[in-house]
């Protein structure tokens, strides 16, 4: 079962301009996939902006979800659909031009980071992988190891016996 729009055609129309019949129903369209896209980017996020007895306030303000959606579908619609796929426009009439480049030509939902970061998702994270498994080397007997260091002298732990330190 696919989930509710954070954003109806009525929030797009109060927070951009009146519709026709039938851009609320590709509005409508578009919601729903912007939402769809919403939850992918920021998993979790219709948990966020729920509130559970005895919690005061959600995690999330419901309208941030609901300004990002009509954003997304706002960018989406402002192409049209006489400017699809143009990535740059020119007329010239006598001696006077004029020249327009669309920031969005195919008319695509997407997440800007400034929205991501409003919908708290998107952060990056540092992390480390180990690229080796765990070491089973036998260590030299005056390794570093043997005397309670962290770290090991005699080269065990890369070539997985002692290489430094051997006489």
């Known amino acids: 079962m696919a989930a509710t729009s954070f954003a109806t055609p009525e929030d797009l129309t109060q ?3 009146s519709l026709t019949s039938d851009e609320a129903n590709r509005a409508t369209m578009l919601l729903r996939f912007a939402s769809a896209m919403i939850r992918v980017e920021c998993p979790g996020i219709d948990a966020k902006i729920t509130t559970v007895p005895p919690a005061t306030a959600p995690e999330l303000d419901p ?3 609901r300004m990002v959606a ?10 049209g659909t006489e400017a699809e796929g143009v ?24 997440l ?20 080796g498994g765990v070491s089973t080397a036998v260590h030299a007997p005056w390794c570093s190891l043997a005397f309670g260091a962290t770290y090991c002298s005699c080269g065990a732990d890369i070539a997985g016996r002692p290489i430094y330190e051997v006489g």
């Open 87 to 110: 990535n740059a426009e020119q007329q010239t009439a006598g001696p006077f031009a004029k020249s327009l480049t669309f920031s969005n030509p195919m008319g695509n939902l997407y």
């Open 112 to 131: 800007t980071k400034a929205e991501k970061r409003l919908l708290g998702c998107g952060a990056q994270t540092a992390f480390t992988v180990p690229m």
């Open 70 to 79: 009509c954003a997304m579908v706002k960018r989406a619609m402002i192409v």
């Open 15 to 17: 927070s951009w301009r």
């Open 63 to 65: 309208d941030i979800p």
